[in-house]
Structure formats: structure tokens, C-alpha cells
């Protein structure tokens, strides 16, 4: 079984900034693409920022030069540093993982965290 626990998430005013923090763990063989998702009341979840495992990286338009993705494989981490974040920024925010696990073969599953809320006030 594999794990993914999030943290980094809380309230903040419109210009400052966040870092979020995902962890991955338990019978990992290796982690393909990391991400990060959010969902705000009412709307569907969209794709924020994603990273390869060699550390190829895509945004979503809204949060282009003001959000960065990274990862750290030896720590099976992926982070979020977000700034200059605005009111629109508000969601919840979901960290997925594309996780190779050995059993008898190699089989990939897609995981998901818990979820972390990021509050921006006006």
C-alpha cells in the first residue's frame, strides 16, 4: 500500500505565499510523474503543476511564473512553492503520484493524498 501525506496548506493574504509539501510511502518501487491538483466549491478539479521523474515540469496557464513544482526522489517528495498567491488561488489542493509497485511484475497506480486547504483572503 502506498501513502501520500500532504502538509503545507492554511490561510493566507493575497500576495504572500506557500509552500505545500506532498510525501509518498510504503512499497514504492519507483514514482513516475508527481503533481498537483485543485478544486475550489463548485468547480471540477483542475491540474495545477506536474514533474516528471527527471524533472520535466508543466503549468497550468493561471499559475505560470508565480507557482514552482519540485520533487526530491530520494524523498519520494514533491513540493509546491507558490507565491504571489491571489484570491482565486483559494482551493483544495491534491497531490497525485504515478507509483510503480513490484508484485510478482511491475504494476503502476495512480495515488492521491488527503488534500490540503488553501485559503487566500482579499
Known amino acids: 500500500q502506498v501513502q501520500l501525506v500532504e502538509s503545507g496548506g492554511g490561510l493566507v493574504q493575497a500576495g504572500g505565499s506557500l509552500r505545500l509539501s506532498c510525501a509518498a510511502s510504503?512499497?514504492?518501487?519507483?514514482?513516475?510523474?508527481m503533481g498537483w491538483y485543485r478544486q475550489a466549491p463548485g468547480k471540477q478539479r483542475e491540474l495545477v503543476a506536474a514533474?516528471?521523474?527527471?524533472?520535466?515540469?508543466n503549468y497550468a496557464d493561471s499559475v505560470k511564473g508565480r507557482f514552482t513544482i519540485s520533487r526530491d526522489n530520494a524523498k519520494n517528495t514533491v513540493y509546491l512553492q507558490m507565491n504571489s498567491l491571489k484570491p482565486e488561488d483559494t482551493a483544495v489542493y491534491y497531490c497525485?503520484?504515478?507509483?510503480?509497485?513490484?508484485?510478482?511484475?511491475?504494476?503502476?497506480?495512480?495515488?492521491w493524498g488527503q488534500g490540503t486547504q488553501v485559503t487566500v483572503s482579499s
Open positions: 497525485n503520484a504515478e507509483v510503480a509497485i513490484y508484485s510478482e511484475g511491475i504494476y503502476e497506480y495512480d495515488y
Open positions: 514533474i516528471t521523474s527527471g524533472g520535466s515540469t
Open positions: 510504503g512499497s514504492i518501487f519507483s514514482i513516475n510523474a
